[in-house]
């Protein structure tokens, strides 16, 4: 499967962005889906995922109550929307599908997802 992500720009803090991740190749419904992202110099890091029938989200702490994710797998895509945006958030972030979860299960570590988008940068001033 191929993954694209687009959606990223620059807001000022308290602000929103929608980011989306666009699949060819497979149908995302076979697939578990995750949000990272990676800052600067740091590693990247989990921000998001959504079982292969949306029945189960996970956050990460930070990120929990400002974010949430969907997924119409009828149109292939995930959808992380990004609300009251603070410029902790700011990094590039990245897409990435596992097809190996079960139904009900999310992976949370990056080395559990084969498959990657290209990323999106997010700028968020304060």
């Known amino acids: 499967v191929q993954l694209q992500a687009s959606g990223g720009g620059s807001v000022q803090a308290g602000g929103f962005l929608r980011l989306s991740c666009a699949a060819s190749g497979r149908t995302l419904s076979t697939y578990a889906m995750g949000w990272f992202r990676q800052a600067p110099g740091k590693e990247r890091t989990f921000v998001a995922g959504?079982?292969?029938?949306?029945?189960?989200?996970v956050f990460a702490d930070s990120v929990s109550g400002r974010f949430t994710i969907s997924r119409d797998n009828a149109k292939n895509t995930v959808t992380l929307e990004m609300s009251r945006l603070i410029p902790e958030d700011t990094a590039v972030y990245y897409c990435?599908?596992?097809?190996?979860?079960?139904?009900?299960?999310?992976?949370?570590?990056?080395?559990?997802?084969?498959?990657w988008g290209q990323g999106t940068l997010v700028t968020v001033s304060s």
């Open positions: 990435a599908a596992d097809s190996r979860a079960s139904d009900h299960l999310v992976p949370m570590k990056a080395g559990e997802y084969p498959y």
């Open positions: 959504i079982s292969r029938s949306a029945g189960r989200t």
